[in-house]
């Protein structure tokens, strides 16, 4: 073996080491994700369109209760191996979008008004950018 | 998660399991010249993709189910007289209990017909690496979650505390069915390594390595086997469909025989802890390297 192939190996072995590494502590420090269950099967949640997702993190084969109160997809399990479940999960978000929204309301003091407001959200790989505007702004006097 | 998500997440998934193993496979071949895509690629493919797509909800909907109905069997002061030992002696039980009990769980399922029908899919592997871990029918995969996660479900274990362990060994499960051949030394003693898994899926169905992960099981119970060289062959001797759908059906087929398929290997036998790679002294049942070691090469 010469020294090419020697530091392919010691290169290669240090690169999936880390890599492992890497997924064990940040499986430790990560929230919990849900599993996957493309069949609803343990969802009761009300389904939106998908936008677009945000990285969830590693999905962790751990943390059970013994208490039956956790829903469903709460669940953590042992997995026996990485089969049950993706190794990593990512959130569905809404779209990056573009919101007017009309108000309309009627005051016992004048006329009904009409507001428009502006209101940009982005919700990229778990980094949620504030709205430019409020989603709710007060009435104006 | 719905459907994009998860295809998102399979495909996050998929390449980084790639990155992490394929160097390896590439570098520390246990066998020289397997390519990527080797055959039954596709197939092992759709074994992945049909666990993480489809199936991993229905597991996930089945053990919760399994752990509410313990829930009414486990006493609360059982569980309030566990939650007050130490934390790291909880976590000692919980892994040694779930070892022991998948390890037999694991002996059943190549002894008895029944469980063989489900298990043989995921012994048909005729190539074995990262991907071909994957190739598990869903209730052969629910009977083996169900099971090693008995312990933590009656003990209450909070299996968060051991979150990063959990994942070590959800990886290293995939990785001892990898095609790799790594000097860890004694480590394997712990934590397992491919060359005695790659023993276990010898096309003997009694090969011995039943254990999870650490061979301390096998050791304990004389089934450990750790010759010096790759088996012959992977795979079982009985005919199985080559195709997904097939697979997934085959334990439902009707048999001609239910019973009488049980097969033996001279180098299954039970034996005593040799070093891999020592060549065992005369009257061990180790077959010498090189020699052929399914029933019927050695009739």
Known sequence: MNLQSKLARVAALLFSLTLLAGYVVYSHVTPNTPPPDPLGLNEVESRQEPDSFAFGGAVKADNTSPSSERPANELRIISSKVINQPVFSVHQHPRPSFKA????????DGPAVHYVDPSIRFHMF???LEP????DPSPPK | MNLPAAILSTGLSILFLVVLFRPLEKLFPAREGQKFMRPAFWTDLCFLLGQYLLWSGLVFWALNHFRGGLDGFVPPNFRAAVAAQSWWLQAVEMIVLSDFIIYWAHRLQHGVPFLWRFHSIHHSAEHLDWLAAHREHPLDTIYTVGLINLPAFILGFPLETLAGFLAFRGLWAIFIHSNVR???GPLRMIIGAPELHHWHHDKARDAGNYANISPLMDILFGTYRCPDHEPESFGIHEPISKHYLGQ?????RRRRESSGTRESSDSARESPLPECGRIPPQGMDFPAPGRQTSPEMAR
């Open chain 2, 182 to 184: 790594l000097p860890i």
């Open chain 1, 101 to 108: 929204l009309l108000h309309l309301w009627n005051s016992s």
């Open chain 1, 132 to 135: 430019l505007y409020s989603d």
């Open chain 1, 126 to 128: 778990g980094i949620h």
């Open chain 2, 248 to 252: 997934l059906w085959h334990p439902f």
